[in-house]
């Protein structure tokens, strides 16, 4: 699903760089599939799951929800079209069923499979370090194992030639997306100086910052774009209030100390999120027709 939006100018396009004519385009992503899935795992008597999919729901495990195939398949699949050729799963140890699939039952084509073991559950700034071997100092994009983000948007973070994040317009979440409206306020907000660069990820904003962002919101989704500085930062950071090592802190601590740039695109396409039970059935229907081919 590429959407019928394309990259916006404003404010956060990419400009030509020389930097982008000498660095090599990258073809590594990394995807976030170590969570918990404690929202997955809360009953919800009104949602319709059949029972491979509530098998999967019942463990937390997001990514292999089925819809004819798994999640995690039309995300590789995605990132294939993007131009993306290997991808490295950061899962949990006890997720053997996600290695067995994808060293057993299905064989990508289009993009090789390799994975990264997260030891604990402590948040996505470890989840990203642990696949500091398999970047091996390239640039490499991160996103989450339960979204399925626009192929658009992949491909546009490869050719920036830096470090960035992929924003998306909220109104446009709620209305070609599956998020509710109640939800996305909940969401990460960003803040983009007038040249279109990163100036601060905010977590949870309240009525004030809002108030403060003026009629186009901005929400990060968790796909970015990082060199290999980003290990360095998330090697330096302490943990959030919650007790996590925040990839939003990380790329705080590389813009404020590491001088790192991040330039933001921003896209009004929608983005599919499966969090929730609830969630499901949304998803399966705007994905019913898109062939997953990894």
């Known amino acids: 699903m590429t959407g019928t939006g394309a990259p916006q100018s404003d404010p956060g396009a990419p400009v030509p ?132 983000y626009p192929v658009d948007a992949c491909r546009a973070l490869r050719t920036l030639g830096s470090a960035g994040l992929a924003a998306f317009a909220r109104d446009d979440l709620v209305r070609a997306g599956n998020i509710g409206a109640d939800r996305v306020r909940q969401f990460a907000v960003v803040r983009i100086s007038a040249a279109g660069d990163l100036v601060d990820v905010i977590e949870k904003p309240d009525e004030a910052t809002m108030a403060a962002m003026g009629p186009d919101v901005w929400v990060s989704m968790n796909c970015w774009m990082f060199t290999a500085s980003i290990f360095r930062a998330c090697a330096n950071i302490r943990p959030s209030p919650r007790g996590e090592l925040e990839v939003t802190e990380a790329v705080r601590y590389a813009i404020t100390s590491l001088g790192e740039r991040f330039r933001v695109l921003t896209f009004r396409l929608p983005v599919l999120d499966v969090s929730t039970r609830g969630d499901v059935a949304s998803v399966a229907r705007r994905l019913a027709g898109i062939e997953a081919r990894p």
Not at 23 to 46: E, I, N
Not at 48 to 71: T, Y
Not at 118 to 127: H, K, P, S, V
């Open 17 to 148: 760089s020389t930097e982008s004519t000498r660095a090599p385009v990258p073809d590594k992503a990394v995807v976030l599939a170590r969570g918990l899935g404690v929202r997955m795992q809360q009953p919800d008597a009104s949602a319709k799951l059949d029972w491979e999919q509530a098998s999967a729901a019942d463990v937390g495990m997001k990514g292999m929800i089925p819809f004819g195939r798994p999640f995690l398949d039309y995300v590789l699949s995605a990132l294939a079209d993007a131009g993306y050729r290997q991808a490295c799963l950061v899962i949990g140890p006890e997720h053997e069923a996600v290695r067995d699939y994808y060293t057993r039952v299905s064989r990508p084509a289009r993009i090789k499979v390799s994975f990264a073991i997260q030891e604990r559950a402590l948040g996505t700034a470890d989840a990203v370090a642990a696949a500091e071997s398999f970047v091996a100092g390239e640039r490499f994009l991160v996103v989450n194992s339960d979204n399925y």
